[in-house]
């Protein structure tokens, strides 16, 4: 892995836009919906055409793919419309069949790559293959555990190899259906930098108003690609309806996008910049929402004190806070004067919320 040169070219051996624009169903449901989604993506930004056939749910009794006959009905979208196509594979077995019925793109998802061993089987199976193959995150935020899925690929002599962003999830809610945490993929250029890298914003946002959004931000931070999952129906979609898009919406997403330069020096400053600020702004959101939190358990607090008939202000309490908080802050390299002015302010504002509460 000392050496991803090799990675980055097939983009350009393949004449793929940029960026590279991966669409197509969560799942394939029908022969129909296939062929008529790939119509409507041929002659657009998309160059290759996705679909779920076997389906890794969360719990069991879901829709869980229709399996590899779905392979037929993607062989003949692909020779109808031109367009690559790309399934996900999570065992030997798929990697076969897929293999048979010359899929050309396969993608290893997100539940997927935290099991080394499923990794390594389909490594096996896919020795020095010409075919692209793209790693998605692992479902948790363990850079390691997607860069050894990367290695454990690459010693297998796959060269086309790519990364797909989809989001780690997490017990919180958030505005997110996976969490960004987009300085992990960041972390992942900084050390491969010619390994395309590409945002499933569908996975990431949960919900089809957030995608241009989310794309924005990934083309923002020099991204390759967006996979974005699109539906003639989404509101009927067996699989993740919420989230997905009509062709003629995504049509408009790529009219909205602002697609930058990839590589001059005043680019690579905006990119530096942007991938700054993004962390910043996804900090700002997470402070916003630990504030919150602890708002709600103040209140809490306040009606324990209201059929108590305890007062709102506990000076011992907030002593106790603010030394062991400054004393953290000291270690932390953040001034007294900060952490007092921060404390008090959080204070104040929880005397606040106690008081009407108290005085309801
Ligand atoms: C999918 O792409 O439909 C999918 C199951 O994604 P993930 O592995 O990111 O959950
Ligand atoms: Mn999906």
Redesign the pocket.
């Known amino acids: 892995m000392e050496n991803s040169k090799s990675m980055r070219n097939w983009l350009d051996d393949f004449q793929l836009s940029h960026p590279l624009v991966i669409a197509g169903p969560?799942?394939a449901e029908t022969e129909e919906q296939v062929l008529e989604i790939a119509h409507e993506l041929k002659n657009s930004d998309v160059s290759i055409f996705?679909a779920?056939i076997w389906?890794?749910r969360t719990r069991p009794g879901g829709f869980e793919g229709v399996g590899a006959i779905g392979l037929k009905w993607l062989q003949k979208a692909k020779k109808e419309t031109n367009l690559l196509m790309a399934v996900?594979v999570a065992n030997a077995q798929h990697v076969k069949l897929a293999l048979e019925h010359d899929i050309d793109v396969l993608?290893i998802?997100?539940?997927?790559t935290v099991n080394p061993f499923a990794v390594q089987e389909i490594a096996d199976v896919l020795q020095n293959t010409d075919k692209i193959v793209l790693l998605?995150n692992p479902?948790n935020p363990d850079l390691s555990l997607w860069l050894g899925g990367l290695e454990r690929l690459h010693n297998a002599g796959i060269k086309k190899l790519g990364v797909?962003h989809?989001g780690f999830s997490t017990y919180e809610k958030t505005k997110y259906r996976?969490i960004p945490e987009w300085q992990l993929a960041i972390e992942l250029k900084r050390k491969f930098p010619d390994l395309p890298l590409i945002c499933?914003p569908?996975?990431i946002s949960g919900k089809r108003d957030m995608i241009l959004e989310v794309s924005q931000q990934a083309l923002d931070l020099n991204y390759d690609g967006l996979?974005i999952?699109t539906h003639c129906n989404p509101d009927q979609a067996w699989?993740?309806a919420a989230q997905q898009v009509t062709p003629s919406a995504l049509k408009q997403i790529f009219i909205d996008l602002k697609v930058r330069k990839q590589s001059d020096e005043a680019d690579e400053y905006n990119s530096k910049l942007s991938g700054l600020r993004t962390q910043i702004d996804e900090l700002d959101s997470k402070l916003m929402d630990v504030l919150v939190k602890r708002m709600k358990i103040a209140d809490q607090i306040g009606l324990l004190k209201k059929e108590k008939n305890v007062a709102v202000l506990q000076s011992n309490r907030w002593h106790q806070i603010l030394e062991k908080m400054i004393e953290e802050g000291s270690q932390k390299g953040l001034s007294e004067e900060f952490i007092l002015k921060l404390f008090k302010a959080i204070h104040q504002e929880s005397i606040v919320h106690q008081e009407r509460i108290i005085n309801k």
């Open positions: 969560c799942s996705r779920g389906k890794p996900e993608w998802g997100a539940r997927t998605k479902v797909i989809r996976n499933d569908s996975h996979m999952e699989s993740d």
